[in-house]
């Protein structure tokens, strides 16, 4: 007995030495936190865009094993200042045009606070009910947003869930299509089924078809033009599906794409959904980046179609102000998923789930644990409001527009393709290289031109911008959609690119 009080004892001491979520501690420590973001939000702009580190650069600077003692936070803040925003390509710039947008804002940050510092496990309705039924309000509340035909809705048999990405959301929709359709054709064809994407759609389906055990064979990838705007043409879908069907395979599942990454081109939705239907295939709409746009009105007209798709997914976490992970996907029959993705261990037995009164959103996911995203996207609609979030969004697609005037008078430069959203694609224009020499007559060499011109410009650190490679063409991307971007940061951007295609223009380009 003498032994357990002297263990006891020794507890205590250690949890009066250190206690790991001591209130007090945890408010000065916040406090501490919070006024270091708000300083590095409030001199972001000094420090170069794009990381200019070299691999292995942390390695280095870090001591090779952990600390045996506790150190203090004011410590750490300082090796987080010297050693690992050096390391960081600054993605809330104003000046980052890479990629797509990974929009944040002080409402997601601070429910993306909550939603950690309560730390709940939501995987059923039991585990925290408050977690499950708010995630059900806001996929409603955002797919009434979109203007989603009701079949998508909960009212209506359909229903939204909060995934961690995009390619989650493809996986879990590919397993749902897959496993309604092996019951009609049993498992036996497994290996007949065949997913349809075009060279444009993103490149996770093919990770998503592999996981989900689709032979690699018979992922059908269908070329696009420039002609059609690199769009899926559904002529060639119906000759993709009518050749497999003569091979005896099995249509399966097509993704459709609002917004591709290359050019964010549409694809036209209702024609292909018209096609899928004839042949029993699942659609999917990956409106990843794109989606979040179609709250305003004006945009809706790319979801011409999408009531007769299977799911729809956006990524909010783009260009909704709510911070990483946080991707909506919305099913018309939520069955199909959980058909496929349930799970019915003992010891998640309770009789709310049992007498189907309730949702267990781990039967709508690939993992068991989730989190509590629909806290932040809840801040987020609330703080913002509907009117404030359309008018941001268009503040980026004006700003957009902004940048293609400035790129259409300088006629060095060509519009690649037309600008639907918040990103102008361009280059410098053949005709242009051609007159500084004949070399530039062969396609490679406008390419390697552009590219040296991208390289450049992320070196400087000024900016940060990204390519695509469309039908063989180099194509510089710039993308708006940091929430601290301004018209100014548009004008010095343009400034920039001009200056390095003028150093490289005048060396002639060796």
């Not at 993605?91 to 601070?110: D, K």
Request: some cysteine; hydrophobic content about 40%.
């Amino acid at each position: 007995m003498g032994t357990l009080n002297i263990n006891h004892e020794l507890d205590d001491q250690i949890f009066n030495t250190i206690n790991p979520l001591d209130p007090e501690e945890f408010r000065r420590q916040g406090h501490k936190i919070v006024n270091f973001l708000a300083d590095y939000y409030q001199n972001i702009e000094q420090y170069p865009v794009c990381s200019q580190v070299n691999p292995g650069y942390l390695q280095k600077i870090v001591p090779n094993s952990a600390p045996n003692n506790s150190e203090s936070l004011e410590k750490i803040l300082k090796d987080v200042e010297r050693d690992i925003i050096p390391g960081l390509t600054h993605w809330q710039s104003p000046n980052f045009f890479a990629y797509f947008p990974s929009s944040g804002s002080t409402a997601g940050f601070l429910g993306e606070m909550l939603s950690v510092g309560f730390n709940v496990v939501g995987f059923n309705w039991i585990s925290s009910p408050a977690a499950t039924e708010l995630e059900s309000i806001v996929m409603d509340w955002f797919g009434k947003m979109l203007n989603l035909l009701i079949c998508f809705l909960f009212a209506s048999g359909g229903g939204g869930v909060l995934q961690g990405t995009t390619c989650e959301a493809m996986l879990c929709t590919i397993v749902a299509a897959r496993d309604q359709m092996l019951r009609k054709i049993s498992r036996e064809n497994f290996g007949k089924l065949v997913v349809y994407a075009s060279d444009q759609t993103h490149f996770s389906l093919k990770k998503a078809a592999h996981i989900a055990g689709i032979d690699p064979g018979n992922f059908r990838v269908i070329p696009t033009i420039k002609a059609n705007e690199y769009t899926l043409c559904p002529k060639s879908l119906r000759l993709a599906i009518l050749n497999d069907l003569k091979e005896g395979n099995v249509p399966l599942f097509l993704c459709a794409t609002i917004g591709t990454t290359s050019t964010t081109s549409v694809d036209p939705l209702r024609l292909l959904c018209e096609i899928a239907k004839e042949f029993g295939i699942w659609v999917h709409v990956d409106a990843a980046y794109a989606g979040s746009a179609c709250i305003c009105p004006e945009f809706q007209v790319f979801l011409d179609g999408v009531e007769n798709a299977n799911s729809f997914s956006l990524n909010a976490h783009k260009w909704f102000f709510s911070t990483l992970d946080c991707c909506c996907l919305w099913v018309k029959d939520p069955s199909a998923l959980t058909n496929a993705l349930s799970t019915n261990p003992e010891c998640l037995r309770n009789k709310a789930t049992e007498l189907n009164q309730v949702i267990d959103y781990k039967d709508w996911q690939i993992a068991l644990s989730r989190r509590f995203r629909a806290l932040k996207l809840w801040l987020v609609l609330r703080s913002y409001g509907v009117t404030n979030l359309r008018n941001l969004i268009r503040s980026h697609v004006n700003m957009a527009k902004h940048f293609e005037g400035l790129v259409a008078t300088d006629k060095r430069f060509e519009i690649f393709v037309p600008r639907k959203f918040a990103m102008v694609c361009f280059r410098i224009s053949p005709l242009v290289l051609s007159q500084v020499s004949t070399k530039f007559d062969d396609e490679k060499e406008v390419n390697m031109f552009n590219t040296k011109l991208v390289e450049s410009i992320n070196s400087c650190g000024k900016l940060y911008l990204t390519h695509g490679v469309v039908g063989g063409t180099y194509i510089i991307r710039f993308a708006i959609g940091a929430s601290l971007t301004h018209y100014r940061h548009v004008d010095v951007a343009w400034k920039v690119i001009q200056d390095h295609a003028n150093a490289l223009l005048n060396q002639g380009y060796v």
